[in-house]
Every structure is written in C-alpha cells, then in structure tokens.
C-alpha cells in the first residue's frame, strides 16, 4: 500500500488483498455491489498538484444479520488496475460510505450508498495510470487481540472486480499569444502558444507533441468561436501559425483530447485590427 485507505483496520485488510487477493471464504458473507456509477460516468482528469474527489454511487445488498460497523467490518468500492490478483494500482475512499436503506427482506438489506475516491496525482506515479480502471467492491472484517503480553489477529476479506469501467485521463493546458497587437487589416498575425499535459512521474506539465490542435476565431461582439485552421503541435508541445488580420476579434487554440490525456481550451487573446493608414 502507499497510502491510507479506510481507516488502519482497512488499509491493512487493502493491503493483504493487495498481495493475494484471498477468495471467499465460507465466513464471508455474500454482498452484491451493483448499478456503480464512477464519477458521474465522465473521466477522471487529474493535473500535477490538486486532489481531484471522485464520486461513486452504487447499491448494496448484505444479509439481514450483517451489521457493518465500519470499525471492524468494512464495505466500500474502490478503483483499481491491472487484476485482483496483481493488483498495478489502486484507489480507495478515505472515509467510510453513506448507506440509506432503501428495501428490506426477511434476509437482505438493500441500501444506495454514496463515497468519494480522492484521485491524488502523488499515487498516479506513472504514464500507465493514464487508461481505463475498474471498479471493485470491497468487504473486510478484521478482528484481534492486542496488548503487550499477546497479540492475535483475524480477518476476512473478499473484492468482487468488474463492477464497472473508469477512464482517467492526463489534464492538458493550451495557451495562446497572437501578434502584433494591434494589427493591421490585411496584414499577417503570429498565433503561437504551447499544449502541454500533467506528467505525474515529475509532478509537472510537460510539451505534448504532435498532436492536432485547431485554431479558432471570435469576432469582437460575438459568442461564437469559429474554427480557422487546423495545426500540430511541434517541439515541446509548441504551436504556431499565421493567419491575415481581418477584424477585431479573439483567438484561441482548442484541443479535443485524446484517450490518455483531456481536452483543453485556451482562453481567447484579443486583437484590435485597425484599417491601413489613408494614402495621400
């Protein structure tokens, strides 16, 4: 484990499921983990410094009998790539779900429960976590004796995987210098700028090169970008072209995306176009 999951008690059980994830014993009572829904259904997009909070939403079904606690008995949903059995990395809530019941039986409980992941870039230590992840349910009872005299421990754990799929992604970042400012109509404008994207094995952006970037126009006054040409990005991620100056108005760089990496917009540089001088 690199991090604390749910509690000590949890992150100990993660951790033992993290080596060999244990089939279920007959101890082990059977829960169903259905309709997961991951962060809305949207990809996770995670940048160099900030903790993104993944929500999860999912239904749970436990026998009538079994109380959990969250002290020694534990359900909850993680995330995690690769397999239960060689687990590349994983994912955890930090405090415990929220379960309202919302139908009972003579032998189970249903209930909607709610957690959020916290997604930070420090345990997204390499290009790889960039790709689809699974989605787990959990289910841990650990139960001992401590003091300085004796100490014995026992615990049970089950993860039932494939639940449901989640994509997280690289956050990208897209800047935009158009020039000369102002300019003169008819006259050529330099549009440079850079596309550069999280690397979380450095904790910082770095050039995101030869990808299709579009270069898009908005007319002072307006709401609309157009696009203007379509461009990519070169050395370090750099971006630059020219198109004829025609009226005042807003350029950005747009990127839709790719699989590993998030779109990303630029915010639109204004440039004020002025007639040519008159002749005489």
Same mark, same amino acid.
């Given at each position: ?27 082990? *009572?059977? @829960?169903?983990?259905?309709?997961? $829904? ?16 993944? *929500?999860?939403?999912?239904?749970? &079904? ?24 060689? @687990?590349? %990395?994983?994912?955890?809530? +930090?405090?415990?779900? !929220? ?7 003579? !032998? &189970?409980? $249903? +209930? ?24 787990? =349910? ?23 995987? %494939? @639940? ?12 935009? %210098?158009?020039?000369? +400012? ?27 090169? =030869? ?10 006054? &307006?709401? $609309?970008? &157009? %696009? ?10 750099? @971006? ?17 995306? !790719?699989?590993? !990496?998030?779109?990303?917009?630029? $915010?639109?540089?204004?440039? +004020? ?8």
């Amino acid at each position: 484990m690199r991090k604390l999951a749910i509690g000590t008690a949890l992150s100990g059980a993660l951790a033992l499921a993290g080596v060999a994830a244990p089939a279920a014993s007959a101890a082990t *009572p059977n @829960l169903v983990f259905s309709d997961v $829904t991951v962060n809305k259904g949207k990809a996770i997009v995670v940048g160099t410094t900030k903790t993104v909070s993944v *929500p999860v939403t999912y239904t749970l &079904t436990r026998p009538a009998d079994l109380v959990i606690d969250n002290k020694k008995t534990f359900a909850a949903v993680m995330l995690y790539r690769g397999t239960l059995k060689s @687990l590349d %990395n994983e994912l955890d809530p +930090e405090v415990m779900p !929220t379960c309202t019941t919302t139908a009972t039986t003579d !032998t &189970t409980v $249903t +209930e909607s429960c709610s957690e959020n992941i916290p997604a930070d870039p420090e345990y997204l230590y390499e290009a790889a976590d960039a790709t689809t992840w699974k989605a787990a =349910g959990l289910y841990a009872h650990i139960d001992g004796t401590a003091s300085d005299d004796f100490l014995s421990s026992e615990s049970d754990v089950a993860i039932w995987g %494939n @639940l449901t799929t989640a994509k997280v992604q690289r956050a990208a970042k897209l800047t935009v %210098n158009a020039t000369p +400012e102002p300019a003169i109509q008819g006259k050529t404008i330099t549009v440079k700028g850079k596309l550069t994207r999280a690397n979380w094995e450095t904790g910082k952006y770095s050039g995101y090169t =030869g990808q299709k970037v579009v270069l898009q126009f908005r007319t002072e006054g &307006t709401s $609309t970008y &157009t %696009n203007v040409k379509g461009i990519t990005s070169g050395t370090g991620g750099a @971006l630059s072209t020219t198109v004829k100056a025609s009226k005042s108005g807003y350029y950005r760089y747009v990127f839709a995306g !790719t699989t590993t !990496t998030a779109a990303a917009k630029a $915010t639109g540089d204004y440039v +004020e176009v002025d007639p040519p001088a008159l002749r005489l």
